[in-house]
């Protein structure tokens, strides 16, 4: 028998968070406040940078992409488990979770690359602002954010691929709240050596590479902040990164625990955790840590809510 036949009607079981039924009720109503303010959050974001001229340059382009996929990656994983725990039904189609998968992959990846092209964006704005205009071209800005689209959705397709193939006969019990690739492989009953060794060649290029260039780049940032004579122009070039450093560790904490460690080390509880953080709450912190620090935003957003006030009145 094919292993489409065999996989074709196959359910899991998403055993969530929890099997307690009042922590379920907590769970849901903590999931659905913090999924709403990720919803608002990001738009807002979004609507303000668009609406607002002055802040159509290479810093609020790409914040603007991570903010639409930050909402799509929460948007991707929280509204299915809330609703399992509204209608008491855990159960997912085989179907239906290698497409939750592969957006999960999709927007997971655009989000560790993104914060990474961030980061060269900061590089060349503190360490050669003089050409910064001239290497951060819109063509180039453009180029960045397409390519990435497109390697993200090449990268995900190969992981649902090499998915497909495998059979799953034994349990159908994911201890997780979404399907993801590592409780998933732990069902499989046939070889799954190839997918294991292309997650670890993927995790090197979108985590590990990423993450290196990140450290690199600060590097060099931090050397030419100490060469700043005065003391009011070193705070304001740090203050420009401070928000940026917040959530690199959030979220290659968590994905470098997750997909890196051996796997002997890690626990169902873990992965849960470290997916809450990278799937729920940092998509949830983004808007906040980027905004709260940042006058032309804030300004971009009291502007964005006195036109809806005044346009409702």
């Known amino acids: 028998m094919e ?68 909402f799509c990656l929460a948007t991707n994983t929280v509204p299915k488990m809330l609703v399992n725990i509204q ?25 560790s690359v993104l914060i990474a092209v961030m980061a060269y964006d900061r590089y060349v704005a503190i360490c050669h602002p003089l050409h910064y205009t001239t290497i951060m071209s819109p063509r180039l800005c453009v180029l960045l954010a397409g390519g990435l689209w497109v390697f993200s959705c090449f990268i995900s397709l190969t992981h649902i691929l090499l998915m497909a193939r495998l059979v799953f006969c034994g349990g ?34 979108v985590i590990v590479t990423p993450f290196i260039c990140i450290l690199a780049s600060y590097a060099r940032i931090i050397m030419a902040i100490i060469k700043v004579p005065s003391a009011g122009g070193r705070k304001k ?19 470098i625990g997750v997909y890196l460690c051996p796997s002997s080390v890690g626990t169902a509880l873990k992965e849960k955790a470290s997916a809450v953080m990278y799937t729920a709450v940092t998509p949830m912190l983004n808007p906040f840590i980027y905004s709260l620090r940042n006058k032309d935003l804030k300004g971009a957003l009291r502007k964005l809510i006195n036109r809806r006030i005044t346009s409702s009145s």
């Open 237 to 255: 070039a740090f203050s420009t990164c401070s928000s940026h450093l917040s959530v690199v560790s959030l979220f290659y904490g968590t994905t």
């Open 3 to 70: 292993p489409r036949n065999q996989t074709s009607t196959h359910e899991f079981i998403l055993l969530g968070l929890s099997e307690d039924p009042e922590q379920e009720t907590v769970l849901f109503a903590l999931f659905l406040c913090m999924y709403v303010v990720t919803v608002v959050g990001n738009l807002l974001i979004i609507l303000a940078i668009s609406s607002d001229f002055h802040l159509h340059t290479p810093m609020y382009f790409f914040l603007a992409n991570l903010s639409l996929v930050d």
């Open 172 to 205: 159908n019990e994911l201890p997780h709240y979404f399907c993801d690739l590592t409780p998933l492989l732990k069902l499989s009953c046939t070889d799954t050596s190839v997918n294991k060794i292309f997650v670890l060649i993927v995790a090197g290029m």
């Open 87 to 111: 209608i008491n039904n855990k159960s997912i189609s085989y179907p239906c979770c290698l497409t939750q998968m592969y957006f999960f992959h999709f927007f997971g990846i655009m989000d």
